[in-house]
Nanobody, 118 residues
Framework: VQLQAFGGGLVQAGGSLRLSCAASELNFRPYVMGWFRQAPGKERELVVSISRSGGIPYYADSVKGRFAISRDNARNTVFLQMNSLKPEDAAVYFC????????????WGQGTLVTVSS
């Protein structure tokens, strides 16, 4: 099972992008879902996550107040709204489904590139 992430692209600093993540062969409902990002030369980091019911979101300090995660379990889709983008937000963004207590044992998407010009 592979998750498909969409919506990356080139945006000017201060702009917005909305990422989507979907999987036709996976029912999202039982999973905590999250978005990670990895910039060149840096480790992959968890940016946001959302609980099974859609509540209790987690946001990394670097994106609080600018990013918002949401999910539509009926459509097996997770969204990441990114506002007030900064050059340091540029990275490949991955969506993931957490299996038990482990992200690494879960399901991952192929990533979508976000580029932010200053």
């Amino acid at each position: 099972v592979q998750l498909q992430a969409f919506g990356g692209g080139l945006v000017q600093a201060g702009g917005s992008l909305r990422l989507s993540c979907a999987a036709s062969e996976l029912n999202f409902r039982p999973y905590v879902m999250g978005w990670f990002r990895q910039a060149p030369g840096k480790e992959r980091e968890l940016v946001v996550s959302i609980s099974r019911s859609g509540g209790i979101p987690y946001y990394a300090d670097s994106v609080k107040g600018r990013f918002a995660i949401s999910r539509d379990n009926a459509r097996n889709t997770v969204f990441l709204q990114m506002n007030s983008l900064k050059p340091e937000d540029a990275a490949v963004y991955f969506c993931a489904a957490k299996y038990g207590n482990s992200w690494s044992s879960g399901f991952w998407g192929q990533g979508t590139l976000v580029t932010v010009s200053s």
